[in-house]
């Protein structure tokens, strides 16, 4: 894993389910990143931390597509940008393709960010709307010293137009004059102009009318294809992620509290947590709507900054048991449940006996959860481009 | 919550969709007029009943007119810059004729709305209960001692822990499906006949939505509440709503009972809606079939039809004729060319 692999190894489609060690282009090693919180008038002392992502370890191989989900505040987008360096993280490792991007600096950072890329949420606030769509697909490729020769450059932006299915008058017209959907195909365009090898994809289609959301997750598979990406897609919509992904991570409060392929989370999900989310996404059918049964769960999310001791679903959990949750905080494991893929790990101390029926759920009352003032979700907001970040 | 479901249910008789309309709007038109531009029509002409305890679904995405419809019936257009026509008939009364001053005793007394985002819908620098007990001093007469126990109990019955305490809260201090259940209990205080949700759950993660649209299918069971519901989102429709009516540039373009609707949708919009939208029920590997280009193509609605440019089998009276909604067996459809068969 430490050795660096100079070229780019075909994904192998179908079986990729276990983790085999080899063949990984992302390797996320206990990585946290804490915010401190700061009070003080002249001097800013620090009263405490949001634990936005409280260790997690995570393998991407080449290739594959990894869905993270979870509810907002969860810390899934501070983990995307963990691994792209934009948030320096408090501890723990990124290796993306045999490099430990932590320990990079300046120039050298600059050029490994070639091959990660990033497609954003909102694509009217991630496109600067003074550059015309010429000017903000040449800008990574003149950073990264791809636009050299003027011909070729120009060649290459008709062909990532016609990769993301835009005309090409769309090059001298500004971010205003498209809809939602083709400013989504802009913010693609731009991230593949530089040839990366990882697009961390926060949130594509959220931003965009129902109808519109199936274009662009078709495009992003289509160029998945084309390009031989790999992909690390973060979203709060579980059917979106379960899609497009071959692996799948739920996260809550900062950590990952299962891990599986998207077959096997959908068909067995392990962790109360997973079980609860997958039963509360409603299903445009109104058959399965009338039969279902929901695990609602009671209360808010605890604030990051003041997680539960133990795991940190213990406090809404209809499984928590009187040992163990509140003082232990569960490791991701492969569960010892017949019949369940080795791929899937899950970070609960009861799944067997869950899994078994042994432990039954039971009603949790609703905990009031304080709001402490601190750094909301949007107050992390970054730069726009990564090429502005530098 | 727990207390909730032992509530016993103060309605038992009422049934879903029984009777006569209590609300009934007739070819409501909203026209927005801008200095130095076309006049902007909105919402073209939509028609619909809502029956005692019935909950009805309006469904379309962003410019479709829906929230702009419940606007209108509201009285909540600004009285400027725009035209409202048509009727929005409750009880006998129509709506949009009456004044100002009757129409703030109607509000939030016969009919309550509630809106996606509780932050901006609450007042940010008055104390929750204070919030609560306005409506109950405005509508029921009660005096602020008097309102507050009532104030306590609405809090408890959407499931608020600790009422007594949250009463003295600030909207910032709750999270937001705390929020959305203090604005449901405020819109709940009068027990109005009439509940008008524009996108409830749509700024909610996902497990709050499913708390919140649990408590709302329970509240409208429990008081014979009718509901109107606005939403984006196909999947909140198919478990809540009796009738649902899929809206296109302003414009009801089906209308049908829900299990009817979703098993065998006619009009080619609702039907790609539909075979667009990822489940995750649906077998992996399968690709999605979007509904191409966006609403920006849509063609004017008095020659042709808007959904035209979009759709997957135009025929060539589409952009020449308006289709008119017809109504047959409880549905009704606006297409030249509707889709055959079960999907």
Same mark, same amino acid.
């Given at each position: 894993?430490?050795?660096?692999?100079?070229?780019?190894?075909?994904?192998?489609?179908?079986?990729?389910?276990?983790?085999?060690?080899?063949?990984?282009?992302?390797?996320?090693?206990?990585?946290?990143?804490?915010?401190?919180?700061?009070?003080?008038?002249?001097?800013?002392?620090?009263?405490?931390?949001?634990?936005?992502?409280?260790?997690?370890?995570?393998?991407?191989?080449?290739?594959?597509?990894?869905?993270?989900?979870?509810?907002?505040?969860?810390?899934?987008?501070?983990?995307?940008?963990?691994?792209?360096?934009?948030?320096?993280?408090?501890?723990?490792?990124?290796?993306?393709?045999?490099?430990?991007?932590?320990?990079?600096?300046?120039?050298?950072?600059?050029?490994?960010?070639?091959?990660?890329? *990033?497609?954003? =949420?909102?694509?009217?606030?991630?496109?600067?709307?003074?550059?015309?769509?010429?000017?903000?697909?040449? !800008?990574?490729?003149?950073?990264?010293?791809?636009?050299?020769?003027?011909?070729?450059?120009?060649?290459?932006?008709?062909?990532?137009?016609?990769?993301?299915?835009?005309?090409?008058?769309?090059?001298?017209?500004?971010?205003? +004059?498209?809809?939602?959907?083709?400013?989504?195909?802009?913010?693609?365009?731009?991230?593949?102009?530089?040839?990366?090898?990882?697009?961390?994809?926060?949130?594509?289609?959220?931003?965009?009318?129902?109808?519109? =959301?199936?274009?662009?997750?078709?495009?992003?598979?289509?160029?998945?294809?084309?390009?031989?990406?790999?992909?690390?897609?973060?979203?709060?919509?579980?059917?979106?992620?379960?899609?497009?992904?071959?692996?799948?991570?739920?996260?809550?409060?900062?950590?990952?509290?299962?891990?599986?392929? $998207?077959?096997?989370?959908?068909?067995?999900?392990?962790?109360?947590?997973?079980?609860?989310?997958?039963?509360?996404? &409603?299903?445009?059918?109104?058959?399965?709507?009338?039969?279902?049964?929901?695990?609602?769960?009671?209360?808010?999310?605890?604030?990051?900054?003041?997680?539960?001791?133990?795991?940190?679903?213990?406090?809404?959990? #209809?499984?928590?048991?009187?040992?163990?949750?509140?003082?232990?905080?569960?490791?991701?494991?492969?569960?010892?449940?017949?019949?369940?893929?080795?791929?899937?790990?899950?970070?609960?101390?009861?799944?067997?006996?869950?899994?078994?029926?042994?432990?039954?759920?039971? &009603?949790?009352?609703?905990?009031?959860?304080?709001?402490?003032?601190?750094?909301?979700?949007?107050?992390?907001?970054? #730069?726009?481009?990564?090429?502005?970040?530098? | 919550?727990?207390?909730?479901?032992?509530?016993?249910?103060?309605?038992?008789?009422?049934?879903?969709?029984? @009777?006569?309309?209590?609300?009934?709007?007739?070819?409501?038109?909203?026209?927005?007029?801008?200095?130095?531009?076309?006049?902007?029509?909105?919402?073209?002409?939509?028609?619909?009943?809502?029956?005692?305890?019935?909950?009805?679904?309006?469904?379309?995405?962003?410019?479709?007119?829906?929230?702009?419809?419940?606007?209108?019936?509201?009285?909540?257009?600004?009285?400027?810059?725009?035209?409202?026509? @048509?009727?929005?008939?409750?009880?006998?009364?129509?709506?949009?004729?009456?004044?100002? =001053?009757?129409?703030?005793?109607?509000?939030?007394?016969?009919?309550?709305?509630?809106? =996606?985002?509780?932050?901006?819908?609450?007042?940010?620098?008055?104390?929750?209960?204070?919030?609560?007990?306005?409506?109950?001093?405005?509508?029921?007469?009660?005096?602020?001692?008097?309102?507050?126990?009532?104030?306590?109990?609405?809090?408890?019955?959407?499931?608020?822990?600790?009422?007594?305490?949250?009463?003295?809260?600030?909207?910032?201090?709750?999270?937001?499906? *705390?929020?959305?259940?203090?604005?449901?209990?405020?819109?709940?205080?009068?027990?109005?006949?009439?509940?008008?949700?524009?996108?409830?759950?749509?700024?909610?993660?996902?497990?709050?939505?499913?708390?919140?649209?649990?408590?709302?299918?329970?509240?409208?069971?429990?008081?014979?509440? $009718?509901?109107?519901?606005?939403?984006?989102?196909?999947?909140?429709?198919?478990?809540?709503?009796?009738?649902?009516?899929?809206?296109?540039?302003?414009?009801?373009?089906?209308?049908?009972?829900?299990?009817?609707?979703?098993?065998?949708?006619?009009?080619?919009?609702?039907?790609?809606?539909?075979?667009?939208?990822?489940?995750?029920?649906?077998?992996?590997?399968?690709?999605?079939?979007?509904?191409?280009?966006?609403?920006?193509?849509?063609?004017?609605?008095?020659?042709?039809?808007?959904?035209?440019?979009?759709?997957?089998?135009?025929?060539?009276?589409?952009?020449?004729? *308006? #289709? !008119?909604?017809? +109504?047959?067996?409880?549905?009704?459809?606006?297409?030249?060319?509707?889709?055959? @068969?079960?999907?």
């Amino acid at each position: 894993m430490t050795e660096t692999t100079t070229g780019r190894t075909q994904p192998t489609h179908g079986e990729r389910t276990a983790y085999d060690g080899e063949d990984v282009l992302v390797d996320v090693r206990g990585i946290k990143v804490h915010f401190p919180i700061k009070r003080g008038v002249i001097f800013d002392k620090t009263i405490g931390h949001v634990y936005a992502v409280d260790g997690v370890d995570l393998q991407i191989r080449h290739g594959e597509t990894y869905g993270l989900v979870g509810e907002s505040g969860c810390g899934k987008s501070t983990l995307g940008r963990a691994i792209l360096n934009l948030e320096p993280p408090t501890a723990g490792s990124v290796t993306f393709d045999g490099v430990d991007i932590a320990s990079l600096k300046g120039e050298d950072l600059r050029r490994k960010r070639q091959d990660i890329q *990033m497609v954003f =949420q909102d694509p009217m606030g991630s496109l600067d709307p003074r550059q015309s769509v010429e000017s903000l697909l040449l !800008e990574g490729m003149k950073a990264h010293g791809l636009a050299k020769d003027s011909a070729a450059a120009n060649a290459r932006l008709r062909e990532l137009l016609k990769a993301v299915g835009l005309p090409v008058t769309a090059l001298s017209k500004y971010p205003h +004059e498209f809809s939602g959907g083709q400013r989504q195909r802009i913010g693609i365009a731009r991230a593949l102009s530089v040839n990366p090898k990882l697009i961390v994809a926060d949130e594509p289609v959220s931003a965009l009318d129902v109808s519109v =959301q199936a274009q662009v997750i078709n495009l992003l598979e289509d160029v998945q294809e084309e390009f031989g990406l790999t992909y690390l897609v973060i979203a709060h919509d579980l059917a979106v992620v379960r899609h497009i992904s071959d692996r799948i991570g739920v996260m809550y409060l900062g950590a990952l509290v299962e891990e599986a392929a $998207a077959d096997d989370l959908y068909a067995t999900p392990l962790h109360p947590y997973t079980r609860a989310l997958m039963s509360a996404v &409603p299903v445009p059918d109104p058959l399965i709507e009338d039969r279902r049964e929901q695990i609602l769960l009671t209360g808010d999310l605890p604030s990051p900054s003041n997680p539960p001791t133990g795991c940190r679903f213990h406090t809404r959990c #209809p499984w928590r048991q009187e040992t163990r949750c509140d003082t232990e905080r569960p490791e991701l494991r492969v569960p010892d449940v017949p019949g369940v893929d080795a791929g899937q790990r899950v970070a609960c101390h009861w799944t067997e006996q869950i899994a078994s029926g042994e432990i039954t759920a039971h &009603p949790v009352s609703g905990e009031v959860v304080e709001r402490v003032e601190g750094p909301d979700d949007t107050d992390f907001m970054g #730069p726009a481009s990564i090429s502005e970040a530098l | 919550m727990t207390s909730m479901s032992a509530s016993p249910s103060t309605h038992p008789s009422v049934h879903p969709g029984a @009777g006569e309309p209590l609300l009934s709007v007739r070819d409501l038109r909203v026209t927005f007029q801008r200095q130095g531009q076309e006049p902007f029509e909105a919402v073209q002409g939509v028609s619909f009943d809502v029956r005692p305890g019935q909950t009805v679904g309006l469904v379309g995405e962003s410019g479709c007119g829906k929230s702009v419809t419940s606007l209108a019936i509201m009285g909540l257009l600004p009285k400027h810059g725009n035209h409202v026509s @048509g009727t929005v008939d409750y009880e006998g009364t129509n709506l949009l004729t009456l004044s100002d =001053q009757e129409m703030r005793d109607k509000r939030g007394k016969d009919i309550a709305m509630v809106f =996606q985002d509780p932050l901006s819908s609450l007042n940010p620098v008055v104390p929750i209960g204070i919030q609560v007990t306005e409506v109950l001093e405005r509508h029921r007469g009660l005096s602020r001692k008097a309102a507050t126990p009532v104030a306590r109990d609405l809090l408890d019955r959407v499931g608020i822990p600790d009422p007594d305490r949250r009463l003295k809260d600030y909207p910032h201090q709750l999270s937001g499906g *705390m929020r959305q259940r203090a604005l449901i209990a405020i819109a709940l205080a009068c027990k109005p006949r009439l509940l008008i949700a524009d996108e409830p759950t749509t700024a909610l993660d996902v497990t709050i939505q499913a708390q919140i649209l649990a408590l709302l299918k329970e509240l409208v069971q429990d008081t014979g509440t $009718a509901l109107v519901m606005i939403t984006h989102d196909l999947g909140v429709i198919a478990g809540l709503c009796d009738e649902v009516n899929v809206l296109y540039g302003g414009r009801i373009v089906e209308r049908g009972e829900r299990h009817e609707l979703f098993a065998q949708p006619r009009h080619p919009y609702t039907h790609g809606l539909l075979a667009s939208i990822p489940r995750l029920d649906a077998p992996r590997g399968q690709r999605l079939q979007p509904i191409p280009g966006s609403v920006s193509d849509n063609l004017p609605w008095t020659h042709a039809c808007a959904f035209a440019p979009r759709c997957s089998q135009p025929i060539e009276v589409c952009t020449q004729v *308006m #289709p !008119e909604l017809e +109504e047959q067996h409880g549905r009704a459809l606006r297409c030249h060319n509707p889709v055959e @068969g079960h999907r």
